[in-house]
């Protein structure tokens, strides 16, 4: 099966030309040239490119990108299983598609009793897509596995991180996770930038339980908490032991208009 974009023209550029300037501008030559970091996942925004496209290409100018990665997305539209991996066939991109790594994606299907093969969640999500322009430019041949996430209690959050992690480590190469995630949604940037950084703080401290537990109870509209949450959960099997903030940004400091924002926030973890 070949998944056609969803968002090209609205989140990002769809010709080929126009999308590798505009990621060129956001992975800036200079950080480039600098030595990129080994990770084992990162967080990245998924925004359209005009809003949180710097902010994701701060954390892949930093990051050392493997050849095969995980993204995993919120599932926005509440189509399909629900926790749903895409186990085979491309994603057509504005510069060629992007292959499913299918020994990758049923080793993950074999070590999780939730996660399930189905593509219909993918069909219509941008969380996942807006993350490919960004690992195509850096890894041009680069496969990866995508996994939309629905809501979840920590329980199946670290059923689902620790198989991931495990099926990663019977895989046998490196593989980076890459959980896609906005901020605090539709608030005034006072309010977006405080309730931010108590979930910063907590994937800073790389604790899964306490982000999705300070999310809950401090009503953060952050709508990837559950990939970054598994993602913390899987990074800390495989060894992570520290998680470093990139670059955070609100959709004000593009616009101009603060009394209505949206966050967002990049890190890598190592």
Not at 91 to 100: E, F, L, V
């Amino acid at each position: 099966m070949i998944r056609q974009p969803a968002v090209a023209n609205q989140f990002y550029p769809g010709r080929e030309e126009d999308l590798k300037k505009d990621i060129s501008s956001r992975i800036k030559p200079a950080a480039g040239e600098e030595k990129k970091e080994k990770v084992l996942a990162l967080v990245s925004p998924h925004a359209g490119y005009m809003y949180s496209g710097n902010v994701a290409g701060a954390v892949y100018a930093a990051a050392d990108i493997t050849q095969e990665v995980i993204v995993m997305g919120p599932n926005h539209h509440g189509l399909g299983a629900p926790f749903a991996v895409m186990a085979q066939g491309a994603w057509r991109m504005p510069w060629g598609d992007m292959s499913i790594n299918e020994k990758l994606a049923n080793l993950l299907i074999e070590e999780s009793k939730w996660l399930s093969a189905d593509a219909q969640a993918h069909i219509q999500e941008h969380s996942i897509e807006v993350q490919l322009p960004f690992i195509q430019y850096i890894k041009p041949d680069a496969e990866f596995v995508p996994i939309v996430l629905g809501r979840a209690n920590f329980t199946t959050c670290e059923e689902i991180g620790t198989a991931i992690a495990r099926a990663i480590k019977k895989f046998g190469r490196p593989v980076v996770i890459i959980a896609s995630t906005d901020m605090t949604h539709y608030e005034s940037h006072e309010s977006a930038q405080q309730k931010d950084q108590l979930a910063i703080e907590r994937v800073r401290s790389l604790d899964p339980a306490g982000l999705l537990e300070i999310v809950d109870e401090n009503n953060i509209s952050m709508c990837g908490v559950i990939p970054t949450t598994i993602t913390l959960i899987a990074a800390k099997e495989l060894g992570a032991t520290t998680a470093n903030l990139i670059s955070y940004a609100t959709s004000g400091d593009v616009s101009g208009d603060y009394s209505y924002v949206v966050g967002y926030a990049g890190f890598i973890i190592q």
